[in-house]
């Protein structure tokens, strides 16, 4: 694995639960070669519109739609330093007996110029956890959620519910050479004396950091690293995820 190693890497906005556009202080030639500790660029969000319809089929499904819509501000990332970026979704949610299965369909994109500082306008940079790394700026998203609300707990007296779910998706990237990220999760949420809330599952992925990243060489933004991105290192990884949730 190239140096510098991922626990010293920096973050200029990054330090959040949530993905976001973000900047960050690296930049990538050509061929994916990262210089580190290079200055700050990139983009950060503005001005965003979310709208969301759904309409009841009665006893059939719930069917609706949602756009998203904002600005991209840049900084240090040339000559024309804005682009917008959208999101278009299909959803459907279907009940039958103790079974809930949502399906959607998405297509987002980041609008930037060709010329930026990590090489392409087909990545973007996006961070969380105090860690930034470029993704596809165009993709497809089939997903799919299946939920079982069945289990009858009544007989244990500390677990008021369990809900098993197995989920599945995939970004499908616009450029030929980038590898499919996809995510596929198997688990449980139990509610357990009224006021603790636990998630439980194994997750497994060919393209996302968060589950693995055994093999990783975070010196290209192309060819090393498994992630929403290029996926350069296409290989599969495993995760145990407990969440643990106290109300009171």
Avoid: C
Avoid at 124 to 139: E, L
């Amino acid at each position: 694995m190239s140096d510098p190693q991922l626990i010293q890497y920096g973050s200029l906005a990054s330090s959040r639960y949530s993905y976001d556009i973000v900047r960050w202080e690296e930049k990538a030639d050509a061929k994916g070669t990262v210089e580190w500790g290079a200055g700050e660029n990139g983009f950060d969000e503005r001005h965003q519109l979310n709208l969301r319809a759904i309409y009841a089929l009665e006893n059939i499904a719930d069917v609706g739609v949602s756009l998203q819509y904002g600005l991209l501000a840049g900084t240090n990332v040339g000559q024309d330093d804005s682009g917008n970026h959208y999101a278009l979704s299909a959803h459907i949610k279907n009940e039958f007996a103790d079974f809930t299965l949502y399906s959607q369909f998405s297509y987002y994109a980041h609008n930037i110029a060709d010329e930026t500082p990590w090489g392409t306008g087909d990545l973007i940079p996006m961070g969380a956890y105090d860690f930034a790394w470029p993704i596809a700026s165009t993709g497809l998203i089939p997903a799919l959620s299946l939920r079982y609300g069945g289990i009858d707990t009544s007989s244990i007296s500390w677990v008021d519910s369990v809900t098993p779910y197995a989920e599945w998706s995939t970004i499908l990237k616009t450029v030929d050479d980038y590898n499919a990220s996809t995510l596929v999760t198997l688990g449980a949420s139990w509610t357990i004396l009224g006021a603790l809330y636990v998630y439980s599952d194994l997750a497994l992925s060919d393209g996302n950091f968060f589950v693995g990243n055994t093999g990783d060489d975070y010196g290209n933004i192309l060819t090393g690293v498994n992630h929403v991105g290029a996926n350069g290192n296409n290989v599969w990884h495993w995760r145990l995820n407990f969440n643990f949730g106290y109300y009171f």
